[in-house]
């Protein structure tokens, strides 16, 4: 499919109502009841808006725009993810450290490192752009594991079990750690908490990664 056909809207309506949502839960008063998934969400539906507007013809957006917008995207919706992760975790926003908010500046770096290829493979005439949702979600995924990791944060340094089923695939690491516990700062020290490129693991931890780590005394899953 070329970069001028027709393209199909990538986001459902579905996720319009979920980011009307967002918007309003994030205007001012309501935004303490935002959670993990609502900024996801809004992430997911601006970075589907900014793709749209790039693939559509007419210029609507340059290539040069739409990785400037993107990046400021990416900055401005980890800040928003990593708060309200950090308040789901029971935290006080000022009580944010600056090793916390190191993690933030390193993810968004991360993902804004990605964000050139992301817009070549966009434009590249041989990418079959049916691959454009999951490629969406992937990146509002990873956006997910950042305000994940900063609720873990704010929890203290909990012990974590990984565990989950091995699915259709399931690598070395995965199986070395699987059922085992240690304390959140132990699993964070390895670098074994991040999701989606997670060099670390065979698998990455990528969606055939179906681990996850669960609160030792509650059981309730704390990072996907
Ligand atoms: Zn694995």
Known sequence: MGINAEFTPIISSTHHQAAGRVARLLSHALKAEATIDDVASGFENDLGDLIQSLL????????????????????????????VGWEEGGGDIADIESDDLALLEEFTQEQQGHVNDFSDWLTD????LDDVPDRVSLWAESMTN???????????????????????????????????????????????????????????????????????????????
């Open 56 to 83: 559509r013809g007419g210029h609507r957006l340059s290539k040069s725009d739409f990785r400037r917008d993107v990046k400021k995207l990416i900055k401005d919706w980890a800040k928003q993810i990593f708060n």
């Open 125 to 128: 005439k041989e990418s079959d």
């Open 146 to 224: 950042l305000g994940q990791q900063a609720r873990a944060r704010a929890m203290g340094d909990p012990s974590l079990r990984f565990d989950g089923d091995d699915g259709e695939e399931s690598c070395e690491e995965c199986q070395e750690y699987k059922g085992q516990t240690h304390r959140l700062s132990w699993w964070e020290k390895r670098d074994l908490t991040k999701r989606n490129g997670n060099e670390n693991y065979g698998c990455k931890r990528f969606d055939n990664c179906h681990h996850s780590f669960f609160h030792a005394r509650t059981g309730e899953k704390v990072i996907d």
